[in-house]
């Protein structure tokens, strides 16, 4: 699993994870306003397999 992050704004950190199949750009019309008084940080994980 490879995990990508983004972090913004300062103050009490919030945990952003994305749920369903839009990823982390579910959150965006939501980081501005929460990155004013808070540390945001937006998850993103995406599995690559291996298998033959």
Known sequence: MKMQCE???SGRP???VP???T????WEPFVKSFSENRTV???SAS???NAE
Do not use: C, D, M, P
């Not at 990823?23 to 579910?26: A, D, N």
């Open 23 to 26: 990823g982390w750009v579910s």
């Open 19 to 21: 749920g369903g199949l």
């Open 14 to 16: 919030i945990v952003l």
């Open 7 to 9: 972090v913004t704004g």
């Open 47 to 49: 599995v690559k397999s």
């Open 41 to 43: 940080i937006r998850v």
